[in-house]
């Protein structure tokens, strides 16, 4: 699954990259795709630390990081493809 959220946001972010865009539209590609690659690295950096870990309690705590990053993610890249779907993300 990590490896088709991992192609998921590269297609999110070559798509991004080749369409002609605006001054305002720029703007709002440059926001959204801050804060899916923000969700993206941090669901990275959890399961970085996940496999870091060694202390019992610490492996819980970080199996809830990665659960927590990976459906922020998710959750933001659903919200990337409604906008899309409803024609208001415009440098689609």
């Not at 690295?41 to 870091?52: G, T």
């Not at 659960?67 to 919200?79: D, I, M, P, T």
């Not at 409604?82 to 689609?92: I, L, M, P, R, W």
Request: charged fraction near 35%; hydrophobic fraction near 35%; include cysteine.
């Amino acid at each position: 699954m990590l490896k088709k959220l991992g192609q998921l946001s590269a297609n999110f972010i070559s798509a991004l990259f080749t369409m002609e865009k605006r001054e305002f539209e720029h703007q709002h590609y440059e926001d959204c795709f801050r804060i899916v690659e923000q969700a993206r690295r941090e669901w990275q950096e959890a399961n970085m630390k996940f496999e870091q870990a060694t202390d019992p309690d610490l492996i819980d705590s970080t199996i809830y990081a990665i659960e927590s990053a990976e459906k922020r993610y998710v959750y933001l890249l659903k919200k990337v493809r409604e906008e899309k779907s409803a024609g208001n993300c415009t440098f689609f």
